[in-house]
């Protein structure tokens, strides 16, 4: 079988109107080959049906910790600092590839179930999230996580080099469908030797970064304080500000950061529901949009969000969006939808996020024959303030079908949650 016509549905196209149309899928490029009116778009050797449904881009997770669903409500309520240093990072020492294989499967199960088709990950063991993407079928950008305090300095260097090992050993994975990036942890928690050391390597080799920068206040004044400049001047000395560069969080920008970003075409990834559970701050994304930054968004890791699903995303996005502006017309509904697929995609890298002839063939059909979207006034509206991850019918990526009236077809959906509950229990008892 070679093509695939998604039929009877309605389709948002890149300028966010929403038209009756079909969608071709061609499954050996992986692309969408045609898209339009019924009565025009090519027969195709098999159907899925969108009747009653929006057929959408797949969304895109431009920023989690996949495996970190294995730390699912095991602590919450505390600021970001504390909440790493007392209880996150020391289970996390415990998890073994197995553990770390076990929590990324159930954080994909969770993606294809919620319509998201890519995401970028940072972690360690990603030799195993590598495989599980492959498994799985979806796409990511990855790379394994440096943090250089509190180590020796064999240490912090094996960690430099684990991570232009992994940007270097899987970049292309899964037929194309693994990226890469360089991933110090953050400007603090990265020596600026070991940065001044490895990051020219990864230019060399034309590897893109990923960081978590200006998260908290917390952060940001050392900075400040020790090299006399913002982090994100501090980075772009660092050459840390490439635009195939994305920084996650991006929460106390000053306006010379956000110009910075903007000129130098680095995006950066807004995570509003971990922005504010772990009551890190509001990110100026109303500012950074106006200033022409390429914005997506992400999730940050199940243990400060607590779900990976960007239909919640975009929600909080909206909202936190308006709050920080003191205007109920900043950050639209249009603008989120857009951060959360052509903005994502365009962060990490990939020819996705847009329903158009020869992009990705990833994408969700989204029903919408539910009380909770009805009447139909507004389906953008919908997508951002109404809709849930639940709310998805089917999820395809690179031309395959990853779940059909919601059943997962690529992965056990249940010995993937049982897996998962052992794992973690014995992961936080070894820990305890
Ligand atoms: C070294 S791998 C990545 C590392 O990041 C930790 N993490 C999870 N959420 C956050 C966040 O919001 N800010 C900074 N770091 C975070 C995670 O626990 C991993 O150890
Ligand atoms: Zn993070």
Same mark, same amino acid.
């Given at each position: 079988?070679?093509?695939?016509?998604?039929?009877?549905?309605?389709?948002?196209?890149?300028?966010?109107?929403?038209?009756?149309?079909?969608?071709?899928?061609? @499954?050996?490029?992986?692309?969408?080959?045609?898209?339009?009116?019924?009565?025009?778009?090519?027969?195709?050797? =098999?159907?899925?049906?969108?009747?009653?449904?929006?057929?959408?881009?797949?969304?895109?997770?431009?920023?989690?910790h996949a495996a970190m669903t294995l730390l699912r409500g095991y602590a919450d309520d505390k600021e970001l600092d504390a909440w790493l240093?007392?209880?996150?990072?020391?289970?996390?020492?415990?998890?073994?590839?197995?553990?770390?294989?076990?929590?990324?499967?159930?954080?994909?199960?969770?993606?294809?179930?919620?319509?998201?088709?890519?995401? *970028?990950?940072?972690?360690?063991?990603?030799?195993?999230?590598?495989?599980?993407?492959?498994?799985?079928?979806?796409?990511?950008?990855?790379?394994?996580?440096?943090?250089?305090?509190?180590?020796?300095?064999?240490?912090?260097?094996?960690?430099?080099?684990?991570?232009?090992?992994?940007?270097?050993?899987?970049?292309?994975?899964?037929?194309?469908?693994?990226?890469?990036?360089?991933?110090?942890?953050?400007?603090?928690?990265?020596?600026?030797?070991?940065?001044?050391?490895?990051?020219?390597?990864?230019?060399?080799?034309?590897?893109?970064?990923?960081?978590?920068?200006?998260?908290?206040?917390?952060?940001?004044?050392?900075? &400040?304080?020790?090299?006399?400049?913002?982090?994100?001047?501090?980075?772009?000395?660092?050459?840390?500000?490439?635009? @195939?560069?994305?920084?996650?969080? $991006?929460?106390?920008?000053?306006?010379?950061?956000?110009?910075?970003?903007?000129?130098? $075409?680095?995006?950066?990834?807004?995570?509003?529901?971990?922005?504010?559970?772990?009551?890190?701050?509001?990110?100026?994304?109303?500012?950074?949009?106006?200033?022409?930054?390429?914005?997506?968004?992400?999730?940050?890791?199940?243990?400060?969000?607590?779900?990976?699903?960007?239909?919640?995303?975009?929600?909080?996005?909206?909202?936190?969006?308006?709050?920080?502006?003191?205007?109920? @017309?900043?950050?639209?509904?249009?603008?989120?939808?857009?951060?959360?697929? =052509?903005?994502?995609?365009?962060?990490?890298?990939?020819?996705?996020?847009?329903?158009?002839?020869?992009?990705?063939?990833?994408?969700?059909?989204?029903?919408?024959?539910?009380?909770?979207?009805?009447?139909?006034?507004?389906?953008?509206?919908?997508?951002?303030? *109404?809709?849930?991850?639940?709310?998805?019918?089917?999820?395809?990526?690179?031309?395959?079908?990853?779940?059909?009236?919601?059943?997962?077809?690529?992965?056990?959906?249940?010995?993937?949650?049982?897996?998962?509950?052992?794992?973690?229990?014995?992961? &936080?008892?070894?820990?305890?």
């Amino acid at each position: 079988m070679t093509k695939l016509r998604i039929a009877g549905g309605q389709v948002l196209r890149p300028d966010a109107s929403v038209e009756r149309a079909d969608v071709l899928v061609d @499954s050996e490029s992986g692309d969408i080959a045609a898209v339009g009116d019924p009565d025009e778009v090519p027969e195709g050797d =098999e159907t899925l049906d969108a009747e009653d449904g929006l057929v959408m881009p797949g969304l895109v997770n431009a920023h989690t910790h996949a495996a970190m669903t294995l730390l699912r409500g095991y602590a919450d309520d505390k600021e970001l600092d504390a909440w790493l240093q007392e209880d996150i990072w020391p289970v996390e020492a415990e998890f073994t590839p197995e553990d770390v294989r076990a929590g990324t499967e159930l954080g994909l199960l969770e993606m294809i179930r919620s319509g998201t088709t890519a995401f *970028a990950d940072m972690y360690f063991h990603e030799e195993e999230v590598v495989e599980a993407v492959e498994d799985a079928g979806l796409r990511a950008r990855l790379g394994y996580g440096i943090v250089t305090v509190g180590k020796d300095e064999e240490g912090a260097r094996e960690d430099c080099e684990q991570s232009l090992e992994v940007a270097r050993e899987f970049d292309g994975a899964a037929d194309g469908r693994v990226k890469t990036a360089f991933m110090p942890h953050s400007l603090t928690t990265v020596g600026e030797e070991y940065l001044r050391e490895f990051v020219p390597e990864a230019r060399e080799d034309g590897i893109a970064l990923h960081y978590h920068a200006n998260e908290t206040t917390d952060e940001v004044d050392p900075i &400040v304080e020790e090299e006399g400049q913002r982090p994100l001047d501090y980075a772009r000395e660092l050459d840390m500000t490439d635009e @195939s560069d994305f920084v996650a969080h $991006g929460v106390h920008l000053d306006s010379t950061e956000i110009d910075l970003l903007a000129e130098t $075409g680095t995006s950066v990834v807004h995570c509003p529901a971990s922005n504010m559970k772990l009551a890190s701050g509001m990110a100026p994304v109303q500012k950074l949009l106006d200033a022409g930054v390429t914005v997506g968004l992400g999730t940050d890791g199940t243990a400060s969000n607590n779900d990976l699903d960007v239909f919640d995303e975009m929600r909080d996005a909206a909202m936190v969006g308006k709050l920080a502006e003191n205007d109920a @017309s900043a950050v639209p509904a249009e603008s989120v939808v857009r951060m959360a697929t =052509e903005g994502s995609a365009s962060a990490l890298g990939f020819d996705s996020g847009r329903i158009e002839e020869g992009a990705n063939a990833d994408l969700a059909v989204v029903d919408l024959d539910a009380a909770h979207l009805t009447p139909h006034h507004d389906l953008v509206s919908h997508l951002v303030y *109404a809709a849930r991850g639940s709310d998805v019918r089917h999820t395809l990526c690179d031309g395959a079908v990853l779940m059909r009236d919601r059943e997962v077809l690529t992965l056990d959906a249940e010995a993937v949650r049982e897996r998962a509950e052992r794992r973690a229990a014995a992961a &936080v008892e070894r820990a305890e």
